[in-house]
């Protein structure tokens, strides 16, 4: 079996998870960042009205991001992961990676994204299917099967 990694549900007994690809993982973030952008555009609306004061823009959206995916990435799934059927998991225990390694999950996704993307393809050529921030938080993004048959079969 190929790209499989170990994995822990909440308790549950170690399993083998594959790792989600390239397309599935681009379809949540495409999902995520309209949430992300859809909830920042109504809420500077809502706090601006017609003033356009783009520093206020600029604080919101920003607060919006940090607080969306540090909470979905250290919860374990992002409402993006939730409809792909996705999870993240920590590389090394494959439990929920917390809410500091969410944080630098989303520091590290700033600095994969910075370098024209770069940090994001890096999946397509690392044996986990890591991106460059999930490195740095060390985490991995498996495919959520629901209820996992045991790591054996």
């Not at 460059?132 to 996992?148: F, N, R, S």
Request: glycine share 12%.
């Amino acid at each position: 079996m190929r790209n499989v990694q170990h994995a822990r549900y909440s308790g549950r007994a170690v399993v083998a998870a594959r790792a989600a690809g390239f397309w599935r993982r681009a379809v949540a973030l495409v999902i995520d960042y309209g949430i992300t952008t859809g909830l920042s555009i109504v809420l500077i609306r809502m706090l601006d009205g017609a003033q356009q004061n783009s520093s206020l823009a600029l604080l919101v959206f920003i607060a919006i991001n940090a607080a969306y995916w540090a909470w979905g990435f250290g919860d374990g799934q992002t409402l993006g992961c939730m409809l792909t059927g996705m999870r993240i998991v920590t590389d090394r225990t494959g439990l929920e990676p917390g809410y500091r390694k969410g944080l630098a999950r989303w520091v590290g996704s700033l600095i994969s994204a910075a370098v024209f993307g770069f940090g994001y393809l890096w999946m397509l050529v690392d044996h986990k299917h890591q991106t460059w921030h999930d490195k740095l938080a060390g985490t991995v993004v498996i495919i959520d099967d629901g209820e996992p048959g045991p790591f054996w079969q």
